[in-house]
């Protein structure tokens, strides 16, 4: 029997995308997924984040969780990789030592081959590389979605801003060619997918491995010329290198979403300078102008850090102002959290927790003010929504379904008289009725529903798969059988 494997992920987009890729690799060399339910996979593999303090914890607690599992089937294998792996390297084997194997972020493609050479030698496999082996988008993938799907352009960051570990631990920016990018992008067309992300740590320095500082927003023109391509995406980019002809292909590319997650941080201009984020406030609020006169439609999404070392109620203040004059349509913000490596670790000017909490808490209640304000205004607006798996945890209680808009907002819709016949990727035009700070309703009867290619895909379970260079890889159980020999020494 195949052996069967699970892959656990946490972190940002660029995991999720990993994950994808693990799976790829996992199901090319015979392993096949486990099954929903099934509490002792062959192979577990924790695809893990280091940015947030709590990462650790997640980590070393879910493998104590497992210990007992493994001691009961030995021949279970566990495997931890990303960003967390890359940091702490043989201490997770030493910490936990019943992990078969640790891999690194730049070498996700030799998971396969650590996963035989331990089982062979029963012991632990360690490997760690400082530079990328082969780019990850040359490794075979297993798509999670039928209808949406992520695209590397870059791996890598430049910047150094001082709260950050990922530059560290991911290396510098490596970009891929945009031919490359691009037959990815149509490979996934052709499996019926409508949406791709465009993903980097920093996706509008994309071109600097290559002297053309033009080059995303060439990029974005590019993918409109893309046939069955219907949304096009991107995160994240960096206001230092935010220009204005990508703005341009944004608001002059059909398919170019007029959704924009562009990371603040910070308000102020002496908390963003003790980041080392190389623009300040009013650069910021600039960017946000340009995007809304090219797009009044745009909706906006951000990054905001509370509580930096050194960051006092008047950096705070001036954050709650940015905020409230960029009228963001979604925030995703944090606590700032301490990480060892970085610089901002050891600064002066640690803050209390519960003066971060009081003013978490502060910027909360100010971004839902306004995001509540924002989405009140699209009531009674007609929304095209590419109806999505997994978005609506209350869905089943409701009866609704969810997609996301052309704006990226998350949409709870009736399916009226289209019940039974909506599948995840088909397209669905209906009238938005009520508005919350993250979400919209539309309760009334759909418009319109357009079945689609991937809906079709959905229906038949199938995921797609972009094939990637052949590494070599084993492949599990017993090899096939050579073919019969015409010479003459098959009779000896």
């Not at 660029?14 to 997924?33: C, F, P, T």
């Not at 519960?354 to 808490?361: C, H, K, T």
Request: with cysteine.
């Amino acid at each position: 029997m195949a052996r069967t494997y699970n892959v656990v992920t946490y972190g940002c987009q660029m995991n999720v995308h990993d994950s994808e890729r693990i799976s790829g690799l996992l199901e090319q060399a015979g392993y096949v997924r486990a099954a929903g339910g099934d509490d002792t996979p062959d192979i577990v593999v924790f695809n893990t984040c280091a940015v947030r303090e709590n990462a650790d914890n997640r980590l070393y607690g879910n493998l104590g969780r497992l210990r007992p599992v493994k001691d009961k089937h030995p021949e279970m294998q566990i495997a931890v990789g990303g960003c967390l792996a890359q940091k702490d390297r043989g201490d997770i084997v030493r910490k936990a030592p019943w992990v078969d194997v640790v891999f690194g972020t730049h070498n996700i493609g030799s998971l396969p081959v650590l996963l035989e050479r331990a089982r062979h030698n029963a012991a632990a496999e360690v490997e760690i590389l400082e530079s990328l082996d082969v780019f990850p988008s040359t490794l075979p993938t297993r798509r999670e979605s039928t209808y949406a799907g992520w695209v590397s352009i870059s791996v890598g960051c430049n910047n150094t801003c001082t709260f950050c570990i990922v530059p560290s631990l991911r290396g510098k920016e490596k970009d891929r060619r945009p031919g490359d990018v691009l037959s990815e992008v149509r490979a996934l067309v052709d499996e019926g997918v409508l949406e791709v992300t465009l993903l980097g740590q920093n996706v509008n320095s994309y071109g600097v491995e290559f002297g053309d500082r033009l080059a995303f927003g060439k990029l974005l023109r590019a993918t409109g010329e893309v046939e069955g391509l219907e949304r096009v995406r991107f995160t994240s980019p960096h206001p230092k290198d935010f220009t204005d002809d990508v703005i341009a292909a944004m608001a002059e590319t059909p398919n170019v979403c007029h959704s924009l997650h562009m990371p603040l941080q910070s308000g102020s201009d002496t908390v963003l300078r003790a980041m080392r984020r190389s623009y300040r406030a009013d650069r910021y609020l600039g960017i946000i102008e340009k995007v809304r006169t090219a797009m009044p439609d745009a909706a906006i999404t951000t990054d905001i850090i509370v509580g930096f070392p050194g960051e006092t109620d008047a950096d705070f203040e001036r954050t709650l102002d940015v905020v409230r004059e960029a009228r963001f349509s979604s925030a995703f913000t944090f606590q700032y959290s301490k990480r060892p490596g970085t610089p901002a670790a050891t600064m002066e000017g640690q803050l209390p927790k519960q003066v971060v909490q009081e003013r978490y808490e502060r910027l909360i209640a100010c971004v839902e003010e306004i995001t509540w304000a924002e989405n009140k205004k699209l009531v009674g607006q007609n929304v095209e929504v590419l109806v999505a798996v997994g978005e609506g945890r209350k869905d089943e209680r409701t009866g609704r379904m969810s997609g996301r808009a052309r704006d990226g907002r998350l949409v709870h819709f009736d399916a009226g008289s289209l019940a039974g016949q909506l599948r995840p990727g088909d397209i669905v035009h209906t009238t938005v009725t009520y508005a919350a700070p993250h979400h919209l309703n539309a309760d009334g009867e759909p418009l319109s529903h357009r079945r689609t290619r991937a809906g079709d895909a959905f229906e038949a379970g199938r995921s797609p798969r972009t094939p990637g260079v052949l590494l070599g890889l084993p492949t599990i159980g017993a090899p096939a059988a050579p073919p019969a020999s015409t010479s003459g020494c098959a009779a000896h």
